[in-house]
């Protein structure tokens, strides 16, 4: 039971290009989420679904994009990437959608310039 | 102790002692609460969390108190190890009590010296 895996471990990026994030998890959990952690701050949550097929806005999610085709696979994608994306991103997912601990991967460093 | 919101504060601690690690949370109606452990270059690790309708909760070498008059929970850890070193941080489910409106503090370095 691998948990929630995410590929890569660490990117660098040119302004204005584009990559996938991507997160998959082996735990059958219908509730996904993206974040990103910016140094001294709390976690902000990008997108989330709460199951294939569906995906909602979190707090900050101008220049990304995601999608859920299937419950294990929720990609984050940045189309023009930009400096102030530079952050580590992780990728969670929970059994239920309240009131249930939510699951980390490792993350994807990821440094804009 | 951190408060969602304030910079990152430390603390150190000598091997074998007991460690408090404190969270204010701000939303009176938050009516669940997450304890997380993030070792450097790793991703948050679930410790323990605590429903409102308890105010304490014992995990393994690790008890989560919950201070709803004054909104601050506390995280104990017990024989504090070197591997225990990390930042903790705390989060709150907020007034939608869904997993999407949670809100998570900066967290506190615990540093363990053996």
């Known amino acids: 039971n691998a948990g929630v895996t995410q590929t890569p471990k660490f990117r660098i990026l040119k302004i204005g290009q584009s990559m996938t994030l991507q997160c998959a998890q082996d735990m059958n959990h219908n509730y996904m989420y993206w974040y990103r952690q910016d140094p001294g701050m709390g976690l902000k949550l990008i997108y989330y679904s709460v199951g294939a097929g569906i995906t909602d806005k979190g707090e900050v999610p101008n220049g990304y994009n995601v999608s859920r085709s299937t419950t294990e696979d929720f990609p984050l994608r940045l189309e023009l990437a930009a400096p102030s994306q530079t952050s580590v991103y992780f990728c969670a997912s929970s059994y239920k959608g309240d009131n249930s601990p939510l699951h980390f991967g490792n993350g994807t460093r990821l440094t804009v310039t | 102790g951190e408060s969602v919101g304030l910079h990152l504060p430390t603390l150190s601690v000598q091997e074998g002692d007991n460690s408090i690690i404190n969270c204010a949370y701000s939303?009176?109606?938050?009516?669940?609460f997450i304890w997380y452990k993030q070792e450097s270059g790793k991703g948050p690790q679930f410790i323990i969390d605590?429903?409102?309708?308890?105010d304490k909760r014992q995990g393994q070498r690790v008890t989560v108190l919950l201070n709803k008059t004054v909104k601050h929970l506390s995280l104990q850890i017990a024989a504090t190890q070197p591997g225990d070193s990390a930042v903790y941080f705390c989060?709150?489910?907020?007034?939608?009590?869904?997993?999407?409106?949670?809100?998570f503090g900066k967290g506190t370095l615990l540093t363990v010296n053996p």
């Open positions: 605590i429903r409102s309708n308890m």
């Open positions: 939303n009176s109606a938050s009516d669940y």
């Open positions: 989060a709150e489910n907020g007034s939608g009590g869904s997993n999407y409106k949670l809100t």
